[in-house]
Structure formats: C-alpha cells, structure tokens
C-alpha cells in the first residue's frame, strides 16, 4: 500500500506563488507517473499535471506558463511549483502516484485558496 503525503497549501493572493511538495512512501512499483488534481467546490476532480519516471511533464492547458512540476525519485517526492496564481486555482489539490502494476493512490488533499 502506498502512502502520500501532501504539505504546502495555503492562502494566498491573486498574482502570488506557493510550492506544494508530495512524500510517497510504502510498496511503489516503476516506472510510474506522480502528479497533482484538483477538485475545486461543485466542480469534477481535474488533472493539473503529472510527471513520468522518466521526468517527461503534462500540464492542463490552464496551468501551462505558469506550474511547473518536478520529481525526486530517489526521495519518492513530487512538487508543483505554481506561479501567477488566479482565483480559479483555488481548489483541494491531490497528489497521486500510478503504475500499470499498481491502482492509483492519493494523498488527502490540501487546500489551495488564492484571493482576488
């Protein structure tokens, strides 16, 4: 089973930035690609980015130019670098890790709350 552990969200004010940092731990099969969702109030759970073993990035259209993610994989740890944050970014941001070997897990999720 595999464990993720979220840190990083918080408030912070339209043009901003924040680091969101992810720690996976337990039983976690390669290759494998780690990344972030967001599920923002009355709305789905949306892919944000996500990042392979091999260090190829995916961004949402939304987010490119301005997130950037990144991976440690002998640390088993995934960020998200976002930049020029909006008020539409504001959302429960998730941490994720799957494999074909593997079901996806996730992290619990941390709010990220960007003011106008």
């Known amino acids: 089973q595999v464990q993720l552990v979220e840190s990083g969200g918080g408030l912070v004010q339209a043009g901003g930035s924040l680091r969101l940092s992810c720690a996976a731990s337990?039983?976690?099969?390669?290759?494998?690609?780690m990344g972030w969702y967001r599920q923002a109030p009355g709305k789905q759970r949306e892919l944000v980015a996500a990042?392979?073993?091999?260090?190829?990035?995916d961004y949402a259209d939304s987010v490119k130019g301005r997130f950037t993610i990144s991976r440690d994989n002998a640390k088993n740890t995934v960020a998200l670098q976002m930049s020029s944050l909006k008020p539409d970014d504001t959302a429960v941001y998730y941490c994720?890790?799957?494999?074909?070997?593997?079901?996806?897990?996730w992290g619990q999720g941390t709010q990220v709350t960007v003011s106008a």
């Open positions: 994720t890790v799957q494999s074909l070997l593997m079901a996806p897990s």
């Open positions: 337990g039983i976690i099969f390669s290759p494998n690609t």
């Open positions: 990042i392979t073993s091999g260090g190829k990035p």
